[in-house]
T-cell receptor, first 110, second 115 residues
Framework: EPEVTQTPSHQVTQMGQEVILRCVPI?????FYWYRQILGQKVEFLVS????????KSEIFDDQFSVERPDGSNFTLKIRSTKLEDSAMYFC????????FGPGTRLTVT | AQKITQTQPGMFVQEKEAVTLDCTYD???????LFWYKQPSSGEMIFLIYQGSYDQQNATEGRYSLNFQKARKSANLVISASQLGDSAMYFCAMRDGLGDDKIIFGKGTRLHILP
């Protein structure tokens, strides 16, 4: 069964450093998303991506964040200068009506 | 604006019993989709079931069924014959439109299955 994959599963970084979270969506899906879940809280939408451009972004998705589809399979989320409050589980998802989530990357900013 | 409400922060259920997890929603869009996801302690988000607003029948997937009551804006998840492995956090979520828009999530219900 096709699935969304994410790497790394866990990333520890120092405040101010750049991180890139990687995702491989399901191959025939056209819509991609990033969500985050701060520990113990609900899942929050960050950004959606279609046809090589951002289709919608939330207030959380400020200038520190960017997304890219560098090739035909990968979808990345970059955080330019991490802050302590960026510590969270980051989920990638892809959709063909039903939205499937990857296993998540746990980001810890120290 | 969209809103998802899950009123049960936690539930304890005896193994093999059926369990109903409550979810109500609010939207002004006549076209929408409703989702349930399971999040075990390992953290991944597992898709369980989907119901479109124009679907005539309640969605079912194995032991999961979605009790869709459109007039009441209710989308409860029913798990039949619960198992110990069903212990997890369960999130109700919705999407405005039937396309590929973002999903908004409820706060979740933590389900504990007792042996």
């Amino acid at each position: 069964e096709p699935e969304v994959t994410q790497t790394p599963s866990h990333q520890v970084t120092q405040m101010g450093q750049e991180v890139i979270l990687r995702c491989v969506p399901i191959s025939n899906h056209l819509y991609f998303y990033w969500y985050r879940q701060i520990l113990g809280q609900k899942v929050e939408f960050l950004v959606s991506f279609y046809n090589n451009e951002i289709s919608e972004k939330s207030e959380i998705f400020d200038d520190q964040f960017s997304v890219e589809r560098p090739d035909g399979s990968n979808f990345t989320l970059k955080i330019r200068s991490t802050k302590l409050e960026d510590s969270a589980m980051y989920f990638c998802a892809s959709s063909d009506l039903e939205q499937y989530f990857g296993p998540g990357t746990r980001l810890t900013v120290t | 604006a969209q809103k998802i409400t899950q009123t049960q922060p936690g539930m304890f259920v005896q193994e093999k019993e059926a369990v109903t997890l409550d979810c109500t929603y609010d939207t002004s869009d006549p076209s929408y989709g409703l989702f349930w996801y399971k999040q075990p302690s390992s953290g991944e988000m597992i898709f369980l079931i989907y119901q479109g607003s124009y679907d005539q029948q309640n969605a079912t997937e194995g032991r999961y069924s979605l009790n869709f009551q459109k007039a009441r804006k209710s989308a409860n998840l029913v798990i039949s014959a619960s198992q110990l492995g069903d212990s997890a956090m369960y999130f109700c979520a919705m999407r405005d439109g039937l396309g590929d828009d973002k999903i908004i999530f409820g706060k979740g219900t933590r389900l504990h299955i007792l042996p």
